[in-house]
């Protein structure tokens, strides 16, 4: 069976330090793997998604960026953290052809100070 | 963009109610699915319908698709305290390129 793992569980990092967020998929091949940011009481904004390793779409232009080094892995990050960067961030992944249901992490809850 | 608008925002209800939350989307799509969130997890996949579909069924949840006015609902029968979630319409739209467009989601509370 699959599973999607996200670590770390819960991050507080100051204003302007680095960030790196990563998430892995066990159990199947070459899936779409997708970020998503939450805030508090909301839906889900799509940050990036790859279709496949080296392939990154992004969604919305801002502080971060998202690279797929093995097909996987898929990992998020700052140079530079912003207060507005404070969420609750999701991996998920889906095959890459069928419906495009959708797997999630547990979840990573990222605060900025 | 958000392209799914969920109503109620909130719902409270007493256990062994019927819960009905509504979908309304803007672009043609290729599918909706229905995710529920509990309280600081990660979202789980309920139930999907295609397009061409109108109804469908999975345990106690019934789903309907109105492609002509752009909305779903989802009905959960004989509601349970555990079924106190937060619940999220997806699309999937014809130049979806693989990617879903989340709703603002809908808290649904079961009063025991």
């Known amino acids: 069976s699959q599973t999607i793992h996200q670590w770390p569980a819960t991050l507080v990092q100051p204003v302007g330090s680095p960030l790196s967020l990563e998430c892995t998929v066990e159990?199947?091949?070459?899936?779409?793997l997708y970020w998503y940011r939450q805030a508090a009481g909301r839906g889900l904004q799509l940050l990036f998604y790859s279709v496949g390793i080296g392939q990154i779409s992004s969604e919305v232009p801002q502080n971060l960026s998202a690279s797929r080094p093995q097909d996987r892995q898929f990992i998020l990050s700052s140079k530079k953290l912003l207060l507005s960067d404070s969420g609750f961030y999701l991996c998920?992944?889906?095959?890459?052809?069928?419906?495009?249901?959708?797997?999630f992490g547990p979840g990573t809850r990222l605060t900025v100070t | 963009s958000q392209q799914g608008e969920e109503d109620p925002q909130a719902l409270s209800i007493q256990e062994g109610e019927n819960a009905t939350m509504n979908c309304s989307y803007k672009t043609s799509i290729n599918n909706l699915q229905w995710y529920r969130q509990n309280s600081g997890r990660g979202l789980v996949h309920l139930i999907l319908i295609r397009s061409n579909e109108r109804e469908k069924h999975s345990g106690r949840l019934r789903v309907t698709l109105d492609t002509s006015k752009k909305s779903s609902s989802l009905l959960i029968t004989a509601s349970r305290a555990a079924d106190t979630a937060s619940y999220f319409c997806?699309?999937?739209?014809?130049?979806?390129?693989?990617?879903?467009?989340f709703g603002q989601g809908t808290r649904l509370t079961i009063n025991p």
């Open positions: 159990g199947t091949s070459n899936p779409n």
């Open positions: 997806a699309t999937e739209d014809l130049q979806g390129a693989q990617k879903l467009v």
């Open positions: 998920a992944w889906s095959l890459g052809t069928g419906s495009n249901e959708q797997y």
